[in-house]
């Protein structure tokens, strides 16, 4: 996968720093909640406190999600799925369309659902873009046609109460893994206008005036 | 009466032969001397006959003159040194000597050249060191910060940032791998950082670097002795290593753009940081990011994945550019000959380039190495010799300059 530096800022621009530093600060928080509160549960159990911790993380972290939304130019949705047996997050800023997964582990592969291979297909032209080297007479996506990407999060493997990876991660078309994918670090980095220092050159030394000047090779 | 050679300086030998790492046993047996004939000329008791004179200038690779230069008393000294109880005593006895050339020629450049002015935050200091508080290193290296115009962004060039602000930075190996940096600042003198090159990681130099900057801003006072004492001189490590990490990582910067302590996270950040991986997670421990257990099991992570090294470390070091500079001006500007430089100078070429932080070959004209390369015969598959190498063409590379 190679650096797509255009798409980096494309999405920076998409994601205000207020709302990518409320994910900071909320998402590891969530995690424990999600822990504690479901171990809290009498009637749950250990394998019940397995069983519940994904679906009530799920629900805690998209919530606050939507809530994190609110004053920035980000718009979130609550839709159902295509079967209408569930409902999911929906985020959507300028040609942006975003939702949020869990995955195992950061090279895992995202579980199907109906409603993300729908959207992949918003990065069929996307994905054509990042094989730029190669002549094509396919149209080549502009950096604001709609894209579709997904925030994906999972545990530490060492301590499953707090979260282990983030990533931005653009799903191919074809469902074969990832077009492109940002680590949230980076992201949030850009984000923050942390560019480094201007650094004058001071290390220069003047010359003394001197009698004894010159190799007397002249 | 036998000939000697007048003039002859005995602590001059001292120096060359600690400068290799040899005692008086050692030098003896490479000279064809007795160990007492060399104790006698180290002491300036007895100076050497001409033909042993000649012996000594080629096997230490040092011009006559070297061991006729006087040498300065610089009374009692004050180096600062990581590590230093773990380093040896010929590690130690090396790199003085190699720093004592160092100032030699900056001393030779400083009566030529103005240097940049020395500036450092002028911070009250506790007289008593051990009283320092984490939060008053932390200001201490954030004045130094402000005053030098980086606000709380990444630095990009930590060498560059210290020459203009007045330090000499010297780069050069120690030869030793418990030996990374020291520093001194004596009175009336410049400051002086050397980096040891042994290691070739720039995050770690650069981090070696402000903590001996922080030896400078912060233990200006301390004595001597203080540095002698095994549990002051760990405090004064542990000061000088928060100091440079507050320095290169402000906390709020820092965390501003990190959203978790995860590895993967400080892989990310060092790209921004150019600290090392392990230099952050310490960081994330002493901002509370971290708590004991979770510091205990990222370094045990941190040991686990990045056993070959981390990811990074290819980045070259930073340079010095004052003291090199210094040498361009003088040849491109015809104040000096090179061979006039090394005339003056009494070093051989070799140590001069390293110390001054000259490419390699600056004196000597060196072109490059020259290596034979094999090349296949044509048609190599069709003959009984397939396979076998001739030389090729020698083609010669001039050195960077």
């Known amino acids: 996968m190679r650096e797509n530096p255009e798409l980096l800022a494309a999405l920076v621009k998409a994601l205000p720093y207020p709302f990518l530093d409320g994910l900071k600060e909320t998402i590891p928080r969530l995690y424990m909640e999600a822990e504690q509160a479901m171990s809290a549960d009498p009637l749950l159990g250990p394998d019940g406190v397995e069983y519940a911790v994904p679906h009530y993380r799920r629900a805690i972290i998209e919530k606050a999600v939507r809530d994190l939304t609110k004053n920035t130019q980000i718009k979130a949705v609550v839709l159902p799925t295509t079967k209408s047996t569930a409902k999911y997050t929906m985020l959507q800023s300028g040609n942006f369309r975003l939702t949020v997964s869990y995955l195992n582990s950061p090279s895992g592969q995202i579980r199907g659902a109906e409603f993300r291979n729908t959207y992949s297909q918003l990065n069929k032209l996307l994905s054509q873009r990042s094989f730029d080297d190669f002549a094509t007479d396919e149209p080549i996506a502009e950096i604001d046609s709609p894209i579709y990407c997904i925030l994906i999060h999972g545990a530490d493997p060492f301590d499953k109460r707090t979260p282990g990876f983030m990533k931005w991660a653009f799903p191919h078309p074809n469902g074969s893994g990832w077009i492109a994918e940002f680590d949230f670090s980076t992201v949030l980095q850009a984000a923050s206008n942390l560019k480094p220092a201007t650094q004058a050159d001071g290390a220069h030394a003047t010359l003394k005036k001197q009698k004894d000047e010159g190799t007397g090779d002249e | ?401």
């Open chain 2, 1 to 401: 009466m036998k000939p000697t050679t007048p003039g002859f300086i005995g602590e001059r030998l001292t120096q060359a032969r600690r400068s290799i790492g040899l005692n008086g046993i050692g030098l003896a047996g490479l000279l064809g001397v007795s160990a007492t004939t060399i104790s006698q000329y180290e002491k300036n008791k007895q100076s050497p006959r001409p033909e042993v004179m000649d012996k000594i200038c080629d096997k230490l690779n040092l011009s006559r003159s070297f061991f006729l230069r006087p040498i300065v008393d610089r009374g009692a000294r004050k180096l600062r040194y990581r590590s230093l109880s773990a380093a040896t005593k010929a590690a130690r006895d090396r790199a003085e000597v190699r720093f004592e050339w160092a100032r030699e020629i900056v001393e030779y450049l400083a009566e030529k050249f103005d240097f940049p002015k020395l500036n450092l935050p002028q911070i009250e200091l506790p007289s008593d060191f051990r009283s320092f508080t984490s939060e008053f290193i932390e200001e201490a290296a954030m004045s130094c910060r402000q005053l030098w115009g980086f606000d709380v962004r990444p630095i990009p060039d930590v060498v560059l940032a210290l020459e203009s602000n007045g330090i000499i930075v010297i780069r050069g190996a120690l030869g030793a791998e418990t030996l990374d940096a020291f520093s001194e600042h004596l009175p009336n003198d410049f400051a002086y950082i050397f980096l040891g090159s042994d290691k070739g990681l720039c995050a770690r130099s650069r981090f070696d670097a402000v903590h001996e900057l922080g030896h400078l801003i912060l233990h200006k006072n301390v004595e001597q002795k203080d540095f002698r004492n095994p549990s002051d001189f760990k405090i004064l490590e542990s000061q000088a290593h928060r100091f440079a990490a507050s320095f290169l990582l402000p906390a709020s910067s820092f965390l501003k753009s990190l959203w978790a302590p995860t590895l993967d996270a400080f892989r990310v950040q060092k790209e921004t940081w150019n600290v090392s991986i392990k230099g952050m997670i310490v960081r994330a421990r002493q901002l509370r990011l971290l708590d004991a257990q979770q510091y205990q099991r990222m370094m045990i992570n941190y040991a686990r994945r990045f056993r070959d090294g981390e990811p990074g470390d290819e980045k070259e070091l930073e340079r010095p550019r004052l003291v090199p500079r210094c040498f361009d001006a003088l040849v491109s500007g015809r104040i000096r000959t090179k061979a006039q430089l090394l005339t003056e100078l009494s070093l051989s070429p070799n140590d001069i380039e390293e110390l001054a932080g000259l490419h390699r070959g600056f004196f000597s004209g060196f072109l490059g190495e020259v290596i034979q390369m094999p090349v296949l015969k044509k048609q190599d598959a069709e003959k009984p010799d397939a396979g076998e190498a001739i030389p090729a063409n020698v083609i010669f590379f001039r050195a960077n300059s």
